[in-house]
């Protein structure tokens, strides 16, 4: 039995005053709380001992906070707000429209609602059951994407919603999905047009779209450090281990005061963005980052990584492979990495590595192994992928995991191949064609996919399995070529990321 409880606070969108933080955090330090973290979700998460935490509580009910504790029947309201001008830029979607949305949600939500710019790859647009994706040439209208609870169905709808009605709709949704649960939760046979003929539409402003929504490929930018923008600058601070100070945030709140920031945002990466700091400011943020050590320079490596809400497991995990690929100095620049450990969590990844028992008895679980499951076109904001390999001991874990990152990059220059209109011969065409099969080495399970080749070992893409020389070998055991077995990449099944 754990000796804590986690209590959970959500600042919806991201958007933290640093008035009521700062409240939170003195409430904290007098519960003996060293430090806090943020979730996925861009909340606030405390773990507290089981002793202190009934006053911690009554502290937070006199601050009028709302909170849950150990549970989440109200996930946070996600939204690209810290991306706004910071990393999102020719957009219509401005600060006041942020605000005024949250603002008019009426009470916090059961389901998950994301609230996204189309123009950023910084927040992960499709997470939530609800999904709004600001439309790209139709100011003050949203697409809607509806994740079903409990599925892998994502529907778009082919109506475009004006801001004013996102909160709304919201809450129609959200009320229909609950109130027909048999037929919108848990059912692989949902029906996103039934959802809205049951919602009506006529009290609604809606418009339909031209064509579906074009979400952007994935881009990461680096998320950390004091950078400049427009004429001041933006502050992103990273914790390896996720926590951070009670006493630093403390700090930094009172500089926000100081220094007329109304706000602070976290993010989707477990990071703060302080925005706003004007050019005389700039020197007392930087004593405040020494007088706690704050680095704010981490590789970009390791920046890439998504793991699970209070996963000490995880982390383990994270540091493992940020480590190996550091030694190999792989990139990994476009991609995501996601690490899941638990079955019902949710994990926004290009490649995820799924933690998962061979054996359980009892309730316990032993001897772990660890599949590598990719995105279609490694692409995080889709639900679903494919099965990379399959039952990794610890030990093969960075080196499946490197090798799914090359079958990225494989991927992008197979794509810059057709983009500038490379001529393929007939016998690659019919590769092409036919190539819905892969070869797994029988020893280690590794694969070779013909579409993707093998580029750093000379190894193009479209190469067909026969014509490797007859020297070939597993590039992670060295078996031999004729211990490779044909398998349909259906056969290796498809997985929700």
């Known amino acids: ?53 009934v006053h911690f509580i009554a502290e937070l009910q006199k601050l009028d906070v709302c909170y849950e504790k150990d549970n989440e029947d109200h996930p946070n309201i996600v939204s690209s707000y ?23 949600i009426d009470g916090p939500p059961r389901l ?6 189309s123009n950023q790859s910084f927040t992960p647009m499709l997470t939530g059951n609800i999904n709004w994706v600001a439309a ?11 994740r079903f609870p409990k599925t892998n169905i994502i529907y778009e709808w082919t109506q475009l919603v004006y801001t004013n009605d996102v909160p709304k709709l919201s809450k129609a949704i959200e009320t229909c999905i609950l109130d027909h649960a048999d037929q919108f939760i848990v059912n692989n046979k949902v029906n996103g047009e039934e959802l809205f003929k049951l919602i009506g539409t006529d009290n609604y402003i809606i418009k339909s779209a031209e064509h579906p929504a074009v979400l952007p490929s994935f881009n990461l930018p680096y998320y950390e450090g004091l950078n400049k923008y427009n004429n001041k600058y ?30 602070l945002c976290s993010t989707p990466w477990k990071t703060i963005i302080v925005k706003g700091i004007e050019e005389k400011d700039k020197s007392k943020w930087n004593t405040l980052l020494e007088k706690y050590r704050i680095n704010v320079r981490h590789a970009a490596n390791e920046l890439n990584f998504q793991v699970e809400d209070n996963c000490q497991k995880g ?23 996601g690490i899941k450990t638990r079955k019902k969590s949710e994990v926004f990844s290009s490649i995820l590595v799924r933690r998962r028992p061979l054996i359980k008895f009892f309730g316990i679980k032993l001897f772990h192994v660890y599949d590598i499951l990719c995105a279609r076109d490694f692409n995080p904001n889709e639900r679903t992928g494919f099965v990379f390999s399959r039952g990794n001991l610890h030990f093969l874990l960075a080196e499946q995991v490197r090798r799914a990152v090359w079958a990225f990059y494989n991927y992008r220059l197979s794509l810059d191949k057709k983009d500038t209109g490379i001529n393929t011969s007939k016998k690659d065409k019919q590769v092409k064609a036919v190539a819905e099969h892969v070869h797994q080495c029988i020893h280690c399970l590794s694969i070779y996919d013909e579409s993707l080749g093998e580029s750093q070992h000379g190894i ?12 070939y070998c597993c590039p992670l055991c060295e078996a031999a070529k004729k211990d490779f077995r044909e398998i349909k990449k259906a056969s290796l099944g498809l997985q929700t990321i």
């Open 1 to 53: 039995m754990k000796n804590f409880v986690t209590i959970q606070i959500n600042f919806p969108g991201g958007i933290i005053s640093h008035g009521d933080l700062y409240n939170i955090l003195v409430a904290a330090t007098q519960a003996g709380i060293p430090h806090v973290s943020f979730g996925l979700r861009q909340q606030l998460l405390i773990e507290v001992a089981h002793s202190a935490s």
């Open 82 to 104: 810290p991306a706004e001008e910071v990393f999102i830029t020719n957009t219509w979607l401005s600060e006041g429209v942020y605000k005024d949305i949250l603002d008019w």
């Open 112 to 117: 998950k609602i994301n609230i996204s710019d």
């Open 136 to 146: 790209a040439s139709a100011q003050h209208f949203w697409h809607l994407f509806i």
């Open 234 to 263: 933006w502050l992103g601070i990273y914790r390896r281990d996720e926590l951070f100070n009670i006493n630093f945030l403390k700090d930094v709140c009172l500089l926000c005061l100081d220094t007329r920031i109304g706000q």
């Open 315 to 337: 982390l383990e995990i994270k540091n493992h492979l940020v480590k190996a690929l550091g030694n190999d100095d792989t990139r990994t620049f476009g991609l995501c990495i």
């Open 460 to 471: 193009m893409p479209d190469t067909a399995f026969d014509h490797l020389p007859a020297d």
